[in-house]
């Protein structure tokens, strides 16, 4: 029995694939787990549909990132916290900290979680920050102020 893959199976296949299994595996074991579907035309052909929509989905993302990411570039902003008065910190400013300040700003929405995984500020100070993402490196300064 031939059979469209859900998801990626042991020893089978991986997701999107065409397999041929044997009829009871299939009907017992695969389908009812909804590890794939019986692979008639319009399964496979709703299946490619909904593939080329992802990727297209996925596309507009990029683009969309990539686009932010060139506004972003060289800009500065500003991020007050409570600080001593030697300059450090009671909270470290993270990632969402600056993308809020970023919006507040200069009207730019971005995803803190763009900004590098152990990205913390602890110091009164600036701070010059890099973001990767699709091939498209660019950075910025981020100035904490006490406030």
Do not use: C
Request: aromatic fraction near 6%; charged fraction near 35%; avoid cysteine.
């Amino acid at each position: 029995m031939k059979v469209l893959l859900l998801k990626d199976v042991p020893g089978i296949g991986n997701k999107g694939q065409i397999k041929e299994v044997k009829e009871g595996y299939a009907l017992n074991l695969m389908i009812p787990r909804k590890l794939a579907v019986p692979a008639d035309t319009v399964t496979v052909k709703n299946f490619n549909v909904a593939a080329q929509a992802k990727k297209d989905k996925e596309a507009v993302h990029e683009e969309l990132v990539k686009k932010t990411l060139l506004e972003i570039k060289g800009k500065v902003v500003i991020v007050k916290a409570k600080a001593s008065e030697k300059g450090k910190l009671f909270k470290s400013i993270h990632g969402e900290e600056v993308a809020k300040a970023f919006e507040k700003e200069h009207q730019i929405k971005i995803d803190g979680s763009w900004l590098p995984k152990n990205f913390s500020i602890k110091e009164v100070g600036e701070s010059a920050i890099s973001i990767e993402k699709f091939g498209l490196k660019v950075e910025f300064i981020v100035k904490v102020a006490a406030e």
